[in-house]
């Protein structure tokens, strides 16, 4: 792996706990002794739903380890704060995170961890490092970027890495939104691949968890320790926050609760809820998404980033029912996608919510037809039927909440997506739709970021999406493009200050800019 080149803070956080990266990735280390180390940090740091006076923060460890943190306002942890500690223990496979609050607003929070060996208290690590910035709560210029779609299709760690992460991190953006598929438990890796061209492509680390499906806890968490042994993601891991939700390749491809794997001879574990659940528990111990006492499983959530932004996170997965021809005609625990719990929190809170951009994070986009049978084009797997007709089944539900959202005068309402492994920009027009009581809207999708690329894929005109721009694999180039082959993307996003205009930026990988838009606010 090259290591991706240093820019921001003197890049003193790419290069913290070198000496732990470098033993994760499996890398020969000359005369270790694995019994008489001090703990290690595996997998860098990691922060996270970062609002104006909290932000999660996580590692992990190689060892049973009393982690110590320390925060500061300042660079060299001058006047720093030390917390409880925190004991990363097998049950939760020495991950360890921890909620950072009564933070002082618009301010950089740098963290410090060290790990002191349970079994030998003189036994102490090399420090580690963090920083992210916490949300403003008066006006300033917000930038955020987003993609999703992480080691799919057997691309896995080349020579190059992720390089599509070390783009974002040139931009330096508040956080990173990171749309689902964060992780392919269904997809396992294979050392080499031979491309089109007839070059190879090599995965240069694989690990055991990744040869095969994740079917047990261990293969599960294994998934997100394999992304973190990657350059590039810990370097931006350590400089910017992560906003996370999931799709379906965090558990099974297309997954729902009916999901049958009887005939899916890679599975000795049948049952999708067994799977589920575990695949839920890795998500929330490797990551550092935020713990919601009401319901500990939620990814669901919204987080307030100052007076300018809000940012409302959906699962269209957990809540769904049965993948299916989609064509209900009336609304129903079988034709939902969100839940009606899911609907009902998202209605009362965009209709709280203050700030001037309402971004409707989710993980599947609303017009693109997505089949469960790709090869027979049947079944839906996202909202749309693809009838192009009135809306039924999924979008009943998607029709109820946009005619909440004009109803209500909700205004300045974007929908950031990703899952369809092209980028695209679409506008949805009441004028053009056959389902016309909403007020128009923009939704762009962005991804992969490390992955296949695919598409394009047909509209559904129910709710009359505009195409006005998109970028996928021409017939030529063929599907399941590896990344190489410079279709990655990413989505960057400014929000001024003064005039409140949203400037939406669609990239790619080598950080040429494809599309760009402002949208004025709705005053």
């Known amino acids: 792996m090259t290591r991706s080149a240093p820019f921001t803070r003197r890049s003193f956080l790419a290069t913290s706990g070198a000496a732990a990266l470098t033993a994760a990735s499996g890398l020969a280390l000359p005369s270790y002794s694995r019994a008489n180390s001090r703990p290690l940090f595996t997998h860098g740091v990691q922060s996270g739903d970062v609002d104006a006076t909290t932000g999660m923060i996580w590692t992990r460890t190689d060892k049973p380890a009393r982690v110590n943190i320390e925060i500061s306002t300042k660079e060299s942890f001058a006047g720093a704060t030390r917390l409880p500690p925190l004991d990363a223990l097998p049950d939760s496979d020495l991950a360890v995170k921890q909620l950072l609050a009564d933070l002082a607003p618009d301010q950089d929070i740098f963290y410090r961890l060290t790990a002191v060996d349970l079994g ?36 896995g760690i080349d020579e190059t890495g992720m390089k599509t992460y070390a783009t974002i991190a040139r931009h330096t953006p508040d956080f990173f939104l990171h749309s689902g598929d964060t992780v392919y438990a269904d997809g396992p890796l294979v050392e080499e691949t031979k491309l089109k061209d007839g070059t190879i492509w090599k995965n240069r680390i694989i690990t055991d968890e990744k040869r095969k499906v994740a079917e047990t806890l261990d293969e599960y968490r294994g998934q997100w320790k394999y992304n973190l042994l990657d350059d590039h993601v810990r370097a931006l891991n350590a400089i910017c926050p992560t906003f996370l939700q999931w799709d379906d390749h965090e558990v099974v491809n297309n997954w729902s609760s ?154 300045n309402t974007v929908w950031f997506t990703a899952d369809v492994h092209y980028t695209a920009a679409h506008y949805y027009n009441p004028d053009k739709a056959q389902f016309q009581d909403f007020d128009p809207f923009w ?59 949203m400037t939406v930026r669609l990239m790619d990988r080598e950080d040429a800019e494809l599309y760009k838009v402002t949208l004025d606010p709705v005053r």
Not at 138 to 154: C, M, Y
Not at 341 to 365: C, F, G, H
Not at 475 to 490: H, I, K, M, V, Y
Request: aromatic share 8%.
């Open 443 to 501: 939704e762009f999708v962005s991804g992969p970021i490390h992955a296949g690329t695919f598409g394009p894929n047909d509209l559904d005109q129910t709710f009359g999406p505009e195409l006005k721009f998109i970028k996928a694999p021409t017939p030529e180039q063929g599907q399941n493009l590896p990344p190489s082959a410079g279709l990655q993307f990413f989505g960057l996003v400014d929000i001024d200050s003064a005039s409140e205009q």
């Open 258 to 411: 009916s999901r049958d794997l009887s005939a899916d001879d890679r599975y000795t574990e049948k049952s999708i809820a067994l799977l589920s659940a575990r695949a839920g528990r890795a998500f929330h111990e490797m990551t550092p998404i935020r713990y919601t006492p009401a319901e500990p499983g939620r990814v669901y959530r919204k987080i307030a980033y100052g007076p300018l932004l809000d940012v409302f996170f959906l699962d269209l997965r957990s809540y769904r029912g049965p993948n299916g021809p989609n064509m209900e005609d009336t609304l129903s625990p079988e034709s939902s996608i969100l839940g009606a719990d899911q609907v009902r929190w998202l209605k009362r809170e965009l209709l709280n919510s203050r700030a001037t951009w309402k971004v409707i994070a989710s993980d599947m986009p609303l017009g693109v037809v997505v089949w469960d049978n790709g090869k027979e084009k049947k079944g839906s797997e996202a909202v749309a039927n693809g009838d192009h007709g009135a809306a039924k089944g999924r979008e009943l539900e998607i029709a109820d909440l946009l005619r909440f959202i004009k109803t209500a005068g909700i205004r």
């Open 120 to 155: 030998d208290i003189n036994a102490v690590s090399e420090p580690i490092v963090g920083r992210f910035k916490t949300a403003p709560m008066a006006r300033r210029n917000i930038r955020f970027a987003w993609s999703g779609d992480t080691v799919g299709q057997g691309w």
